[in-house]
């Protein structure tokens, strides 16, 4: 696969997701959409929110003598919008494993 291939084609300004009966369409603006790479992810929580911290170990390749974490992104969400984070993950998860095979 080349690079091209491998990342999204660019977002249009604006598209309606499907609704469900009875439920007005959600219009969706991605004109300001960036995409970054991360290869680390770590969490905290609150009561009241869940934090998402995305970053790049620098070390990747040099074995576990030291990571050298470079934080990108923060990502803070109330428990709820969590909450429909888990069950999306999970089921993107579930259907990569039925492509590819089970990650470890």
């Known amino acids: 696969m080349t690079d091209a291939e491998s990342r999204p084609s660019k977002p ?3 598209r ?7 439920e007005p369409p959600v219009k969706v603006n991605a004109s300001r959409l960036k995409s970054t790479y991360c290869n680390i992810c770590n969490a ?6 869940v934090v998402l911290n995305f970053g790049i170990n620098q070390n990747w390749d040099q074995g576990r003598k ?6 990108h992104h923060r990502i ?3 428990p709820h919008a969590a909450k429909r ?4 993950l999970g089921e993107l998860i579930a259907e ?3 492509r590819y095979g089970e990650l470890r």
């Open 12 to 14: 249009k300004a604006a």
């Open 16 to 22: 309606s997701a499907p609704a469900k009966p009875g």
């Open 44 to 49: 905290s929580s609150t009561r009241e929110e």
């Open 66 to 71: 030291a990571f050298d974490v470079e934080l």
């Open 76 to 78: 803070i969400l109330n």
């Open 85 to 88: 984070l888990h069950l999306v």
């Open 96 to 98: 990569h494993e039925r």
